[in-house]
């Protein structure tokens, strides 16, 4: 099946420091790649959409300038959270789909676990 | 706001019963469904996808879909402890939803030895 990966998987830093969170996918070209971020015990919530050459589409409530999101690429998309706070500590979470007209899934990456302190 | 509701649960079986999860979701122009399986601090994983309405079944996993009355299920054969899990519901929103999925908050399913 598809694969697609996230790196890093776990990151613990001091409060100010920006973060980059990388995702890509393997063994396909992916035209749209999505963020999401989960809380403990809670569901998974869209941040934004990332197409590729284009400028990211954002969630209502998800401040852009503080998640900036670059996707160069066919097969990379990244993720930076800039002056990150430990508010921000959660699980990050990208997944990459063949594009918007098709029908099938989403793959997950494995998840980076951020812990801001 | 496109909505997907599942019942949080926990849903309890014992080993070796069906299990029954059901999801419904509120975008009538939604074609594609799928099934997620996400174990404690790990992300969801793919297991069953469907976009007519019937049954689809593999191996112990039977997803059904009901586009009229907007539901999803997903029954779980034979579960084992190994199918405890929170299973979340996908359902791909349309051409002005940017084709993203919306997924419900998920059903945490305790298979119990």
């Known amino acids: 099946g598809a694969v697609v990966s996230q790196h890093p998987s776990w990151v613990i830093c001091k409060s100010g420091t920006s973060v980059k969170i990388e995702c890509r996918s393997l063994?396909?070209?992916?035209?749209?790649m999505f963020w999401y971020r989960q809380f403990p015990k809670q569901s998974l919530m869209l941040m934004a959409t990332?197409?590729?050459?284009?400028?990211?589409?954002?969630e209502q409530g998800v401040e852009k300038d503080k998640f900036l999101i670059n996707h160069a690429s066919l097969t990379l998309s990244t993720l930076t959270v800039t002056s990150a706070h430990p508010e921000d500590s959660s699980f990050y979470i990208c997944?990459?789909?063949?594009?918007?007209?098709?029908?099938?899934?989403?793959?997950f990456g494995d998840g980076t676990r951020l812990s801001i302190l | 706001q496109k909505e997907v509701e599942q019942n949080s649960g926990p849903l309890s079986v014992p080993e070796g019963a069906i299990a029954s999860l059901n999801c419904t979701y509120s975008d009538r122009g939604s074609q594609s469904f799928f099934w997620y399986r996400q174990y404690s601090g790990k992300s969801p994983e793919l297991i069953m996808s469907i976009y007519s309405n019937g049954d689809k079944e593999d191996g112990r996993f039977t997803a059904q879909l009901n586009k009229a009355s907007q539901y999803v299920s997903l029954l779980i054969r034979d579960s084992q402890p190994s199918d405890s899990a929170t299973y979340l519901c996908?359902?791909?929103?349309?051409?002005?939803?940017?084709?993203?999925?919306?997924f419900g908050k998920g059903t945490s399913l305790l298979v119990t030895p």
């Open positions: 063994d396909f070209q992916a035209t749209t």
């Open positions: 996908a359902v791909r929103g349309g051409r002005n939803s940017g084709y993203a999925l919306n």
């Open positions: 997944s990459a789909g063949a594009g918007p007209y098709s029908n099938q899934p989403q793959h």
């Open positions: 990332s197409n590729e050459g284009s400028k990211a589409t954002y």
